[in-house]
């Protein structure tokens, strides 16, 4: 029949011990996956948020700034055309 000698109980555990350690390795990489799914999910909201904020925010005072630079220069254009009618 069948024989238990110390090397079939040692092949035994080792076949039970790789099996336990690839159930182990699998339900850890299905982990990883869904934890890499929400991070991917949190970075497309990340990318979402900038995007607004760069629409609402970054884009109306960049154009502020250079209607200012624009206003300015002609301040300046203004000041030393009427600066050099007083000299005279």
Known sequence: MFELSPLNILFIILSISVFLITIFLCMALYHVIQILREAEEVIDKA????????????????????????VRYAIGLIQKHYGNDDDE
């Not at 629409?55 to 209607?67: G, H, L, N, Q, S």
């Open 47 to 70: 990318n979402n948020t900038v995007d607004q904020i760069n629409t609402y925010i970054a884009k109306p005072i960049k154009i502020a700034m250079e209607v200012s630079e624009k």
